[in-house]
């Protein structure tokens, strides 16, 4: 198993002679050895080591999150999970609407998706949008008795 990710100098491509550039491949992972300013120059210096995938301390938090999340179906809405886990809040509800509008209106989807669009826009500070987004999910539970969700039962408790 290739477990380091393929890098390349580009520099003979460059249109800057002078530089050195090097492409590495999406996911590669890096170890910052030192970041120092040049104040003469008005340029960022960074040193850093590329680790191969069985050497970064974020392998124990990748593995985490795939048994978190594995079990669950792959959707837009296990994606704003992770993204809410990110602090990408914004991200987040752009995927959790997303979803809602593909869903059919009935859908019981719809009913977990509107308890955390209502999280998070309590946790962003917006009580009047936390509060329509609670209201939906409890007109959508007056609609649909028979539909279930972790979080409708104590909508109260957690505006």
Known sequence: MVTTKPFADVS????YKDESEVL?????IFRLNSVERNKNDQVWNIQMTL???DEHD?????MDMK??????????????????EMS????AEKYFIRLLEQLPPNDPLRMDLYQD???LAS???????SMEWRQKAIALKKQNPSITSSSISKPKNSI
Do not use: R
């Open 51 to 53: 680790w191969n995938d």
């Open 24 to 28: 590495f491949m999406l996911g590669s």
């Open 12 to 15: 003979a491509y460059s249109d």
């Open 88 to 91: 990408q809040f914004d991200l």
């Open 117 to 119: 669009l209502g999280k």
């Open 123 to 129: 946790n962003a500070g917006n009580l009047d949008k």
């Open 58 to 62: 974020l392998k124990q938090v990748l």
């Open 67 to 84: 048994e978190q999340f594995v079990s669950e179906e792959t959707n837009l809405q296990v994606l704003g999970k992770i993204l809410w």
